[in-house]
């Protein structure tokens, strides 16, 4: 067998057996393997609004819901204030498109990129200068609290629904829905901004638009990459079988041109991209104003310049990246880490480009633009398997962090920065300096098999497990001592077909045809990714091992 397999550790299953082979106990076999809470595993298996988080409904969203219905009764506009992104702009659609039905008249403020994230104090001062008290601030404000201060002594009435992490101590008199709040399920503010409003007894009087409110919060959930378990897991669920049938016009014409199904995939890698496309490198409001339009023919204009903005975006990307190639290419030195400074890069796309650089570089990649303040974003190479945990290593091997950056956060994968321009030259000599930890990666097995000898409810149980995602990650199957007797290769052996079941479930190699060879006239276990599809199933090939090997 080759030299470099198994490439991974292997983590086998809690539990080995399956009692019942039905399609919910599978599921929940591979749930319980997961260590999910049953409160979850219940309502995975029935999916269902009347199983939404019952924690939803406490205090602080009593407080909320009196404080919206004021706004409502008042006989004034309601100002809205989102974010330039996916779950940003549909959220305010979703608050728009209710607004409307009730006939009130609202003013909404998106930011630019350029302007930056989050609720500010000339924002206030720009609804305030309109003659606007009541302002809905969606998507930010859970950490701002020199915007609490300033509302204050403007007399103003704010209401904030948000779902980022609270990192301040909260004033007592903030009128804020936020699940971390009572530790509830995780949502992105289209999720929460849904949610709030199906608790008013006035939504009953507008319950035609559900469809469409249902359809934005899929979207924004999507956008935001939310873990698809609980509230979230019900909404995209949902709302993935109503986009098929889309209430919103440009998002109908959008995808009967496009494509015959809808799935998460679909809106990762078309729609997402297209509502970003205007807060990237644009102004977010075109995004808004399609997600709004009632009128087809003017839907469909909408599309075209923000397929024209997306098209403009990848070819800007694309430059860039041959810029940051040839000022590599430059360079004799290659470090373990890149820190990489160029030149009038818009913001919107540094985290994408980054991102691409850690892929063909396979190796961390930061990168920024600007002058006296530096805007930036670091990225690790690797899929979800073997990501590199960025944010706590370089908070931990770099304790003067705080102090070198005006701004540092992130997760593992990903962080963004912002630094003082004359900080950059030592900064960048510190970050390749360091020498990133790398670990072996390891597959959380979630079922095993002996050979391919598999029950047909499995392939069904992997379909009702659909859509996977953040938090619900693509299945993981092992199959024990099997050989290579029998199949089907293209000439450039660029896909092995190893098994099938039927013609639309397959186990198959890709890409890999030193190991495939290696695998021939031997007895091995294999871990396999399953991948469903509209058609069927692709079990595609992650590691092997000889069966007398233990990597467990």
Request: net charge neutral; with cysteine.
């Amino acid at each position: 067998m080759d030299y470099d397999l198994p490439r991974y550790r292997w983590r086998k299953p809690l539990s080995s057996y399956v009692k019942v082979k039905s399609v919910q106990e599978f599921v929940r076999f591979i749930l319980e393997n997961r260590q999910l809470p049953e409160s979850y595993i219940v309502r995975f298996l029935n999916v269902s609004i009347d199983n939404f988080d019952n924690k939803f409904e406490n205090n602080y969203t009593e407080r909320a819901l009196d404080v919206f219905k004021k706004m409502i009764s008042a006989d004034e506009p309601i100002g809205i204030f989102g974010d330039y992104d996916a779950d940003g702009i549909t959220s305010v659609a979703i608050l728009g498109t209710f607004l409307s039905c009730l006939n009130k008249k609202f003013i909404f403020k998106l930011p630019t990129r350029d302007e930056g994230y989050g609720i500010r104090v000339d924002i206030l001062e720009f609804f305030r200068d309109l003659g606007i008290k009541n302002i809905i601030v969606l998507d930010s404000g859970s950490n701002s609290r020199e915007v609490w201060l300033a509302a204050k002594e403007m007399k103003l009435n704010l209401l904030y629904l948000d779902h980022h992490e609270i990192l301040c101590d909260l004033d007592r008199e903030i009128n804020l829905v936020n699940p971390h709040m009572w530790g509830g399920d995780l949502l992105c503010s289209a999720g929460i901004i849904l949610r709030f409003l199906m608790l008013l007894d006035m939504f009953n009087s507008c319950c035609d638009i559900f469809p469409t409110l249902l359809e934005l919060a899929t979207i924004g959930t999507v956008g935001d990459s939310i873990e698809l378990l609980g509230d979230s897991r019900i909404i995209v669920k949902l709302g993935l079988n109503q986009l098929r049938k889309s209430t919103i016009p440009g998002i109908r014409n959008f995808f009967n041109v496009k494509l015959p199904y809808i799935t998460i995939e679909d809106l990762m890698f078309y729609l997402v991209p297209l509502i970003n496309s205007a807060g990237r490198i644009g102004k977010p409001d075109l995004a808004l104003s399609f997600l709004l339009e009632k009128d087809l023919r003017k839907s469909i204009e909408k599309c075209t310049l923000l397929e024209t903005l997306n098209q403009k975006r990848k070819a800007m990307q694309s430059q860039f990246f041959s810029t940051c190639i040839n000022i590599l290419n430059e360079s004799l030195y290659s470090p373990s880490v890149h820190f990489l400074k160029i030149d009038n890069c818009p913001k919107g796309i540094i985290g994408p480009l980054a991102a691409r650089l850690a892929c063909s570089y396979n190796k961390p990649f930061f990168l920024c633009s600007g002058d006296q303040l530096l805007y930036g974003s670091g990225r690790s190479p690797g899929n979800d398997v073997d990501l590199i945990d960025l944010y706590n290593q370089v908070t931990s091997e770099y304790p003067a962090i705080n102090s070198s950056f005006i701004n540092f956060g992130g997760h593992q994968g990903a962080v963004g920065f912002t630094l003082k321009g004359n900080a950059f030259p030592e900064i960048k000599k510190s970050f390749e300096r360091f020498r990133i930890r790398e670990r072996i990666p390891i597959l959380n097995i979630d079922i095993s098999f002996d050979g391919f000898s598999i029950d047909d409810n499995f392939f069904r149980a992997l379909m009702a497990m659909t859509p996977f995602g953040f938090g619900n990650q693509r299945v993981l199957v092992c199959t024990r001592g099997i050989e290579f007797k029998d199949f089907e290769s293209s000439a450039d052996y660029s896909e092995i077909v190893v098994f099938k079941h039927y013609n639309n479930i397959r186990w198959i190699i890709k890409n890999n045809r030193q190991i495939s060879k290696s695998l021939l006239n031997a007895k091995f276990d294999a871990v396999w990714e399953a991948k469903v599809k509209i058609d069927g199933i692709d079990f595609e090939f992650l590691d092997a091992k000889m069966v007398f090997l233990n990597c467990y």
